[in-house]
């Protein structure tokens, strides 16, 4: 008897003359871009290195796109804003040893964020593996245990044969909700090799769907459709499910007002009558959610920054949708439902109850009333001018990338991301140096949009360097650096902790200057004509950058006291 599945693993008469006669000049790198080709990758990032240039050879003979960059780190966060745009797993080329580690900062914002990245790095020849001290240029005893507690797979090669199988099963972990990096390893003579293996062609690395199980979703749709005073907070999980068309409807079918964490800015709009915005870092906004019987919490884990500094204390049932089996009742017990949020959102509308509730919206306004009552009161006039100007510049639908720099930290809270999927920021991990580089990897995944990025003077110099890739491929990101002269929120926090501040003040280059030197339009601003100055670089194609000299400060906390 002969079944389907027989005839579908029989190859065609094509495919059989191609694998008994491969293409001469193959080496190991080339299985390593014929798989990534096959699984369906377009574009690869990285920075080559001795051990790995078996792999960047092989860039010659793949149709794939390749980006460099000039720092690892940098191009770990590109290849991580390529992931978050595409939902498409984005593959990192890495050499051993510095190279590889450099790139490890990066990848625990991947990992935080939940972004695709398939990282794969060169590693010492077969011989000197095994721990020993060889003396290999870049040896490291365990080269992967330095990702181990970073990436969410590690992924070893030993022999060609094994290239495909491994990678293929990295791209799978890579987007299996939750999506996140993975490490792919190969000695430098295997990819150096000469390749005897057929050419590789398309594979199947398809990830099994997070279904939510039904019991769980039936008591959850129970619990909210006889709620008084339900609320959701809606986490980076909705967004990366493309679940916020379905989080409308279920909060508009509850009547539940929504919050957005920082990292789910835009998985619910920003204006509508039910959205209590991102305003978490506010205790009216925490007690409003004390204060709801049923918290619908989707695609969050509720940690620092969503719980206000962990001072939120719900009162009432917590139900948790969540892809990060890690993250179920991490901070707070509750009706834990480990599930992709797009899937568990679905399965709510299917069986929850319309719920009327005339007061929801008024509460909504009460609650944002407030929290302008409250800022309106610490003469933060400048900060909020320029964050509107840099808000009435940006097209709607154009992505924002944030590093870590006061005016990003205003963003979480007061920034409308006018869609969904087009504001990031480094928030996940925390590290300096996101902003720019992810922008150019962003500006790589979509060339329909301009893109902006925003530095403060202090993380500028962690990516500078990539002035020369945006030149390089001509990437249409308009970099907007607010220049006070220091690590202005460390300056803040220290100064507030011990009534100074040390080692925050910094000398710094004349960006326009510098940027300029790259062949990159430089632009110097001010608060008063940064509107104008930022639409019209928006609108230019090509790179720019354009240097705002301001002291910005932070709205005062409410976890504090």
């Known amino acids: 008897m002969t079944h389907d599945h027989d005839l579908e693993l029989r190859p065609t008469e094509a495919q059989r003359r191609a694998a008994l006669n491969p293409p001469a000049g193959r080496n190991g790198g080339d299985l390593v871009l014929e798989t990534l080709a096959g699984l369906g990758a377009t574009t690869v990032f990285g920075l080559p290195g001795q051990h790995a240039l078996g792999m960047f050879d092989a860039l010659r003979r793949s149709d794939l796109r390749y980006v460099g960059l000039r720092v690892e780190n940098n191009a770990g966060f590109a290849a991580d804003a390529y992931g978050r745009i595409t939902g498409e797993a984005a593959p990192l080329l890495l050499s051993t040893g ?5 790139s490890l900062a990066a990848l625990q914002e991947a990992a935080a964020a939940s972004s695709p990245v398939l990282a794969i790095g060169s590693q010492v020849p077969a011989a000197g593996l095994g721990g020993g001290r060889h003396g290999y240029l870049h040896e490291l005893p365990d080269q992967a245990a330095s990702f181990r507690g970073v990436v969410k797979s590690v992924h070893l090669v030993r022999t060609a044969s094994q290239i495909p199988s491994a990678i293929a099963e990295a791209w799978r972990s890579a987007l299996t909700a939750p999506h996140g990096p ?45 709620a008084a005073r339900p609320a959701i907070v809606a986490g980076g999980g909705v967004v990366r499910a493309d679940a916020a068309g379905k ?13 957005t964490t920082f990292g789910g800015k835009g998985a619910f709009p920003w204006r509508h009558p039910l959205s ?34 962990h001072t939120f204390k719900p009162r009432g049932r917590v139900i948790q949708i969540e ?61 909020r001018d320029v964050l509107a100007a840099v808000r009435a510049a940006l097209p709607s639908g154009a992505p924002s990338f944030w590093d870590m720099t006061i005016l990003a930290y205003w963003a979480w809270s007061a920034f409308d991301p006018r869609g969904t999927n087009t504001m990031h920021s480094a928030q996940g ?20 949009h301009p893109v902006l990025a925003v530095s403060g003077d202090g993380g500028a110099l962690y990516s500078i360097a990539e002035l ?69 670089e928006l609108a230019t194609p090509g790179p720019s950058v354009v240097v705002l000299p301001a002291v910005l400060r932070m709205f005062a906390p409410t976890h504090l006291g």
């Open 276 to 309: 209590l915005q991102s305003w978490l870092e506010d205790r009216h906004t925490t007690d409003f959610l004390e204060d709801a019987d049923v918290l619908l919490v989707i695609g969050s884990g509720l940690g620092e920054l969503s719980s206000n500094y």
């Open 247 to 259: 989080l409308r409807t279920l909060a508009e079918t509850l009547n539940a007002p929504v919050v």
């Open 323 to 383: 892809a990060d089996l890690g993250k179920l009742e991490s901070n707070h017990p509750a009706l834990g439902i480990h599930a992709d949020a797009r899937l568990a959102v679905q399965a709510l509308l299917e069986t929850v109850e319309p719920r009327e509730d005339a007061t929801a919206a008024d509460r909504v306004r009460d609650v944002l009333a407030r929290v302008a009552e409250r800022i309106d009161g610490q003469e933060l006039t400048l900060e």
């Open 429 to 448: 991990a925390g590290g300096l140096g996101y902003g720019f580089p992810a922008a150019l990897g962003a500006a790589v995944a979509d060339p329909t």
């Open 468 to 536: 020369a890739t945006a030149r390089q491929y001509d990437l249409n990101v308009t970099w907007l650096i607010v220049d006070d002269g220091g690590y202005g929120i460390l300056r803040e926090y220290m100064t507030d902790a011990f009534g100074e501040a040390t080692a925050t003040e910094l000398s710094r280059p004349d960006y326009a200057a510098l940027a300029e030197s790259f062949g990159v339009r430089g632009v110097r601003t001010t608060p008063q004509t940064l509107e104008a100055d930022l639409a019209k």
């Open 98 to 102: 510095p190279g590889a580690l450099t």
């Open 182 to 226: 993975v490490w792919v390893e190969i000695p430098q003579d295997v990819l150096l090799a000469p390749a005897v293996l057929p050419v590789v062609t398309a594979m199947d690395a398809t990830p099994d769907e997070l279904v939510p199980r039904p019991e769980l979703t039936a008591v959850a749709a129970d619990l909210l459709s006889r």
